[in-house]
């Protein structure tokens, strides 16, 4: 480095080269970061497949409690006894799921849930027990004795999504786990014509990376310019296009051309699987609950609400079906997409059920999430399927190269809160594909003992999680085409925990 006098040095040129000092100092960083990356992807330059991870995150912290219910007798009496009389739904209501693999016990589904019942003894759903963020495994005992391992701010909202999408819980948020595999795997598609990560539900910190941005649409495709169209609009974009001599103004008008053409070309490359007419004649056969107020069937009454989830997963099946489709059938040719969707409404403290109005468990606002998260992800494999028959894709294992999961910010507490449950930890998580190995468990399904009896509860039946979310990523994405040299580099963490691999793909 060359040393400069500070009597030749004016305030002024100090802070000049200073910043400059800085900026190398950054950008060395960068590049060693970068070199990393790009040494990862030549290891990994063998994909020429096509895969898809798609994320469905349940905000405001699902009560799995409900979702996922043992049916063995004893097991049950323990669940009815804690959750009555507001909360626990009645044996015989339950959707009873036959698992090929034994724990020795008996579950079934919420009476809202019949697809996805149907999805588990297809082999196309499996089921992962309570699983949740960790910086180390905790028992219970471990739990009491070593705060300092905890994940930090349990049972905060904000802080669990947080540490649920960067699967990172004891560092501060850089980047998504989702994120970094999107960088690992972002070589083996140069020139690809749109980001591997695409999120329905805005900014979110899953997609975040050092390299790849995530690009935002909306549920009727890229958002264009409103008010230019036409010749307006191909106006603009030539005087985008043209040259400026200022530098500040042509990172600008180059930012603005590429988010005009790219928008265009997705529009464009999706309108294969538009509805033949809006609202009656649908292209998927199966149809996605929608904005427009749906059907909800419990086995007491029905209710109509909208949904927010099924317009999101049907332009991701649209997304991935331009994505997948080759660059000769005037599609996007990819290899590798990312992409993350979000309903809300979980948070239910209160009016988890309608016990006070008319003594009833089976309706609610929590049967009408379920209802609506059953039929939409069903809908959803249904449209996998119907891909890979197209014949642009002429692909009957096609359903084997997506995979959806479920994730949100926290389990709830066992016994129940007035008419909702509060903030918990441990959760039930749903993982479905053609490549899944259905039919079956996977984790410990906690025991249903509350109190300093209870070997998986903190104390207010929230349960300590069996398994980490790094180990349930992990899995994903080493599926997802990250081997294992670089799984360290994803999850930093993977190390401290006894399997990298739960075997459910």
Known sequence: MQIIKSSSLSRREFLRQAACAAVGTAAMTAAIRDFRFMNAAVAQSNI??????V???????????????????????????????????????????????SDGHSYGFHPCCSQLQSLFGAGRL????????????????????????RPPQLFSHADQVTQWQ?????QPPVSGWGGRCADFLNSVQPGAPISLSVTLSGANTFEVGNQVAQYSVSTGGAIQLQGVSGSRLTALTNVLASPYPNLQAKAYADT??????TGQTLNNTISPTADIVQGTQQFFTTPFPGPSPFQVTTPTSGVKFSSSLGPQLKM????????????????????????FCQVGGYDLHTGQTDFPVNGQVLNGAHANLFAELSQCMNAFQAAMDQIGNMSTHNDPNFAQRVTAFTCSDFGRTFPANATGSDHGWGSHHLIMGGAVHGQKTYGTFPTLTVGSTGP?????????PTTACDQFFATLATWFGIDSGNLAEVFPNLGRFSTSNLGFI
């Open 48 to 53: 020429s497949d096509y895969k898809a991870l």
């Open 55 to 101: 994320c469905i995150f349940l905000a405001g912290g699902n009560d799995s409690n409900n979702l996922i219910i043992p049916t063995i007798t004893s097991e049950y009496t323990n669940y009815s006894t804690i959750r009555t009389p507001t909360l626990a739904i009645p044996q015989g209501a339950i959707l009873p799921i036959s698992p090929v693999n």
């Open 126 to 149: 499996a089921v992962l027990f309570n699983t949740g963020t960790l910086a180390y495994p905790l028992t219970k005992a471990q739990y009491n004795a070593s705060p300092s391992k």
């Open 166 to 170: 960067t699967s990172i819980p004891d």
């Open 256 to 261: 603005a051309y590429h988010s005009i053409i």
């Open 316 to 339: 991701i099946a649209r997304l991935i079906e331009a994505g997948a489709r080759s660059v000769a059938n005037n599609g996007f040719g990819m290899k590798r997409q990312i992409f």
């Open 456 to 464: 998986d509860d903190t104390s207010t039946g929230r349960w300590i």
